[in-house]
């Protein structure tokens, strides 16, 4: 058990689901913890547990050489860090913020952080709340290398693995939006899907252990492709552009029959068509990362 004294210490600031299961890990792994919360009274259960509850934002981070920040987003973040009182107590001290936002928020915040004398490492969590403190959580971080390998051996009390992925400080931001790119437009296919099956008389039940098929192919076509995508090769040997546009179609008309919203998959089918017509149809389907990437800047 570390003291509230000794260079372990920790203050979490935000007790949403997430700023909870930090501080309950923390506190499991024996580190002295001090949390705090813009709406009072979410600590109940932590102090039950021994952390301690401080009345300030300003106290609770000059409570610890290490403060780790988790609210909704930097919007937050800031109303909280950039008070004066508590911008003051920072200084000299170590931020590390695993609330989720863009890269250019994540540089702005390193931009004050420096500023002010404040260290800062910048991160983000892939792993829902129930995962902190298990072998499962995921944790990705960005930032001066040494001042990570310093902070690790206290985040390592949060469980799971944690990596550092360079120095550029947006980088575990942009990791970020890009998983949760994937995230999202896979669920609101599933959302889609479930819509069009249930026109068709299908349960979500009935479907759900197809869908979990289909879900487990995409895991080893997503390292398969990476190479092309990074090559720019494109393989459509096993499934060429000029066959997966006709299945997208298949897809718009069954929604549609039903006066189900299509327009998703009819961005992806314009996509897909496009790069047939610039003549790569027998290419695979990620050749459509050329075409999202010709006016990117
Ligand atoms: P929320 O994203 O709902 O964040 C809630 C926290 O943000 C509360 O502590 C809330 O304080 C605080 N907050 C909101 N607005 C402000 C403000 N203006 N000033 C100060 N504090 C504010 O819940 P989570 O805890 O789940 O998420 C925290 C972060 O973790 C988010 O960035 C989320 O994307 C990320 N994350 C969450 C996961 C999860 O499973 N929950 C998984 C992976 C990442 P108050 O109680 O006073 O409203």
Wanted: proline letters at 4%.
């Amino acid at each position: 058990m570390s003291t509230y004294d000794d260079q372990s210490a920790v203050t979490v600031l935000g007790l949403g689901p997430m700023g909870r299961a930090l501080a309950g890990a923390f506190l499991d792994a024996g580190v002295a913890t001090t949390v705090w919360n813009r709406t009072p009274g979410r600590d109940g259960d932590l102090v039950a547990r021994g952390a301690r509850s401080a009345a300030t934002a300003a106290e609770a981070v000059a409570a610890a050489p290490l403060t780790v920040v988790c609210v909704v987003n930097y919007d937050a973040s800031d109303a909280i860090l950039r008070q004066d009182e508590v911008t003051d107590a920072l200084k000299a001290r170590t931020v590390v913020n695993l609330t989720a936002d863009t890269p250019d928020r994540a540089r702005d915040t390193a931009d004050w952080a420096a500023a002010h004398g404040i260290r800062y490492l910048d991160g983000a969590i892939m792993t829902p709340a129930p995962s902190i403190g298990t072998p499962e959580a995921v944790f990705i971080l960005s930032g001066p290398k040494d001042l990570y390998d310093r902070t690790l051996p206290v985040l390592s009390g949060l469980g799971g693995t944690h990596t550092h992925l360079g120095e550029d400080i947006g980088r575990a931001a942009a990791y970020d939006i890009a998983l949760l790119d994937i995230f999202w437009t896979a669920m609101a296919g599933y959302a889609h899907a479930l819509a069009v099956a249930r026109a068709e008389g299908v349960t979500a039940r009935e479907l759900a252990p197809f869908a979990q098929g289909i879900g487990a192919i995409l895991p080893p076509l997503f390292a398969e492709f990476a190479g092309d995508t990074d090559d720019g090769t494109y393989s459509g040997e096993i499934n060429p552009i000029t066959s997966a546009v006709s299945s997208m179609a298949h897809i718009v008309h069954t929604a549609e029959s039903h006066g189900i919203d299509a327009s998703l998959m009819r961005v992806v089918e314009g996509q897909a068509r496009r790069v047939v017509a610039e003549g790569h149809g027998t290419d695979g389907y990620l050749r459509v990362t050329e075409l999202l990437t010709r006016h990117a800047h």
